[in-house]
């Protein structure tokens, strides 16, 4: 099962409000991604974090590696009809390279 | 350029069958990772492939396998089939040497039914 836990399950929001959404382990990690996938599709890379306290922007995207290295967070800026998905973070242990653990997703809804 | 690409794109077997599926990494890639996406739910690790050799595998039973390919191409075998094992199944490759800094690209997945 799951071993990371992202909330919120599900968000339903207006067009543009901001999103906030979290990733937890009890484990430490030494790499962060989130993803996004829309129906039909694979996960596609959004941001990749390598450090604790990382803070990286892709667009109206800001992702950031906790201080713990348990934690993860991303917040999406102005949402837009384009941004309905569902969210991944997916974590890799420093000894398990190439091995992901992924939450089990946010899902956006925007509406006009 | 194109991406990972995976086939078939649906599937219906019968429990207790075997199935291949198969996955051509994006090109320029040579490490592939399987994984397997249930309905809602997140995608779990099965195992990761580079050099033709299974280099990391999660928790998952024997009965599925894989191979690499010398092209880098790779295929997942999975044996004894359960309805359980129902799902979505997604490759993802990398060039080793650049995954930290450009992660894992994912292809569209194949959608396994058993009944």
């Known amino acids: 099962g799951q071993q990371l836990n992202q909330s919120p399950q599900s968000m339903f929001i207006q067009e543009g409000e901001d999103v906030s959404m979290n990733c937890t382990s009890s484990s430490i990690f030494n790499t962060w991604l989130w993803y996004k996938q829309e129906p039909g599709e694979g996960p596609v890379l959004l941001i990749a974090?390598?450090?604790?306290?990382e803070l990286t922007s892709n667009g109206r995207l800001t992702a950031q590696f906790g201080i713990t290295r348990k934690d993860s967070f991303l917040n999406i800026s102005a949402s837009i009809p384009s941004d309905v998905g569902i969210y991944f973070c997916a974590g890799q242990l420093s000894d398990s390279w190439g091995k992901f653990q992924f939450g089990a997703g946010t899902q956006v809804v925007v509406t006009p | 350029d194109a991406g990972v690409t995976q086939s078939p794109t649906h599937l219906i077997k019968t429990r207790g069958q075997q199935v291949t599926l198969r996955c051509s990494p994006k090109?320029?890639?040579?490490?592939v990772s399987w994984y397997q996406q249930a309905l809602g739910q997140g995608p779990q690790f099965i195992f990761q492939?580079?050099?033709?050799?299974?280099?990391q595998r999660g928790n998952f039973p024997d009965r599925f396998s894989g191979h690499q390919f010398p092209n880098y191409s790779s295929e997942l075998n999975v044996n004894a089939l359960l309805l359980g094992d129902s799902a979505l199944y997604l490759c993802?490759?990398?060039?080793?040497?650049?995954?930290?800094?450009?992660?894992?690209?994912f292809g569209s997945g194949t959608r396994l039914t058993v009944v």
């Open positions: 974090l390598y450090k604790a306290g």
């Open positions: 492939y580079y050099e033709e050799e299974e280099r």
């Open positions: 993802a490759s990398t060039l080793l040497t650049q995954a930290a800094n450009y992660g894992y690209t």
């Open positions: 090109s320029g890639h040579d490490t």
